[in-house]
């Protein structure tokens, strides 16, 4: 009973900490970066509460499906100890980074196909004008199958702990400035040869919107390659303070999952 208890304080408190988090930067960004709003009439409140919940369902159930499959693939998970320059850890980094990118894509594009995507990716694509709540609102086997790469990727690889620690927080930052729904990035990012080659919060802002289309989670290399960035991406990419806006294209939205 009072590990019951316990475990009932620390799921309260993780929720309450969570909200008053999500809450206090959708805050800042609306006072702060409202002419930057990707699509400056998707904000509903009907769907935040719906969010919340779907949020506190996968905060519930997801700690413990990924903590069963690290318990899994605890005999095969293992770290080196020995000290790594930092070419060795950047290595790594750019390792994970690549991998988790081709996985995330196919997973991703595999999660719009019926029935799968009904069971399991409906959830993640109830906002079509993604907010910060949305990188949580997720179902909870989408969270063990994506989540599911970090174990699956430190039991096939032997990393350092410093790469570990690079890990989480570009995930966890990335999944929040791609669902912020805001654009940050300066007009020439999906131009130039160098940084076109990596997602903006616009493309993945348009994924919700149009489904169909920039499935990529850190990279637009395997939407190019397989001819899924939406072909407006570039043309309706939101400069700051620009008047035009994703909301003006006469593309359908919204309407079809797959
Ligand atoms: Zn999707
Ligand atoms: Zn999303």
């Known amino acids: 009973m009072e590990s019951f208890r316990q475990f009932a304080a620390q799921t309260v408190g993780r929720f309450v900490i969570t909200y008053v988090v999500v809450g206090l930067l959708m805050g800042i960004l609306y006072v702060l970066f409202r002419s930057r709003k990707i699509q400056p009439n998707g904000f509903k409140w009907r769907q935040i509460r719906t969010e919340v919940l779907f949020v506190a369902l996968n905060m519930l159930l997801s700690g413990f499906l990924l903590g069963a499959l690290a318990k899994l693939l605890q005999p095969y998970i293992a770290f080196n ?116 080659w990596f997602i903006s919060a616009t493309f993945h802002d348009e994924h919700h919107k149009y489904f169909r289309f920039n499935f990529g989670g850190f990279t637009t ?8 960035v939406r072909p407006r991406y570039e043309a309706d990419f939101r400069p700051p303070h620009a008047a035009t806006s994703i909301e003006a294209s006469s593309e359908t939205a919204g309407s079809s999952p797959a």
């Open 81 to 196: 100890t020995e000290p790594a320059g930092w070419w060795v850890i950047g290595l790594e980094y750019i390792a994970f980074f690549f991998l988790f990118d081709a996985y995330f894509y196919w997973l991703h594009r595999l999660m719009h196909v019926e029935p799968i995507y009904t069971c399991v990716h409906k959830i993640h694509h109830f906002s079509t004008s993604p907010g910060i709540l949305t990188t949580f609102s997720v179902n909870p086997l989408e969270s063990l199958i994506n989540g599911g790469f970090v174990p699956l990727f430190t039991a096939a690889l032997t990393i350092h702990k410093p790469t570990m620690a690079l890990i989480g927080p570009t995930v966890i930052l990335m999944g929040l400035y791609v669902h912020s729904g805001y654009e940050f990035l300066p007009r020439w990012w999906n131009k130039s040869w160098i940084t076109k």
């Open 221 to 228: 290399i395997w939407d190019r390659i397989c001819g899924t």
